[in-house]
T-cell receptor, first 116, second 112 residues
Framework: QQQVKQSPQSLIVQKGGISIINCAYE??????FPWYQQFPGKGPALLIA?????SEKKEGRFTISFNKSAKQFSLHIMDSQPGDSATYFC???????????????FGPGTSLSVIP | DVKVTQSSRYLVKRTGEKVFLECVQD?????MFWYRQDPGLGLRLIYF???????EKGDIPEGYSVSREKKERFSLILESASTNQTSMYLC???????????FGSGTRLTVV
């Protein structure tokens, strides 16, 4: 019940296209859903995050769509650029846990390649 | 910007050696974490610490131990390195709660 599923494992998109990565969770106690972006040779970095009280959050070309009833959320990258080529991790956690050190559960990652 | 520094980018060790991976953060974060990253398996939590001298096991603690003697420093110890511990090791820190983990650049450990 603590798992976060992510698909696809890898994705190739033409420059200017839309990249879509999907995630699903089971634990209804999760209430914070971040996405992390990792470039080769670097650690993951927080990209964008959403709470389940909204269905969509947009920051520049990056949008998270959230479907609470289906327990699914997705990352859309509009006008994808070669510089977006990276590994993307979705994640989930619960801030309602009694401990202050709430753990983040990561999906397995999606390797995105944007080709010119 | 918060910085999480891992002491080594690449490390090659022999089977049976005791290995220390060091991590230092400079923003007074309460929480620190050690993950290993393997292709197709994502990020798996080894150990985490929510305060000095406090530690808790993550999902895959076997073969590892940790030490947090000072708030800014969190060390991962491989008591007797084995080839199946060849991996990328990532340290992270955060303020309270699950918000905004800051990761180091990782240590790629090869055990031969």
């Amino acid at each position: 019940q603590q798992q976060v599923k992510q698909s696809p494992q890898s994705l190739i998109v033409q420059k200017g296209g839309i990249s879509i990565i999907n995630c699903a969770y089971e634990n209804t106690a999760f209430d914070y859903f971040p996405w992390y972006q990792q470039f080769p040779g670097k650690g993951p970095a927080l990209l964008i995050a959403i709470r389940p009280d909204v269905s969509e959050k947009k920051e520049g070309r990056f949008t998270i769509s959230f479907n609470k009833s289906a327990k699914q959320f997705s990352l859309h990258i509009m006008d994808s650029q070669p510089g977006d080529s990276a590994t993307y991790f979705c994640a989930a956690s619960s801030s309602s846990m009694k401990t202050s050190y709430d753990k983040v559960i990561f999906g397995p990652g999606t390797s995105l390649s944007v080709i010119p | 910007d918060v910085k999480v520094t891992q002491s080594s980018r690449y490390l090659v060790k022999r089977t049976g050696e005791k290995v220390f991976l060091e991590c230092v953060q400079d923003m007074d974060h309460e929480n620190m974490f050690w993950y290993r990253q393997d292709p197709g398996l994502g990020l798996r939590l080894i150990y985490f610490s929510y305060d000095v001298k406090m530690k808790e096991k993550g999902d895959i603690p076997e073969g590892y131990s940790v030490s947090r003697e000072k708030k800014e420093r969190f060390s991962l110890i491989l008591e007797s390195a084995s080839t199946n511990q060849t991996s990328m090791y990532l340290c992270a820190s955060s303020w309270t709660g699950p918000y905004g983990y800051t990761f180091g650049s990782g240590t790629r450990l090869t055990v031969v």
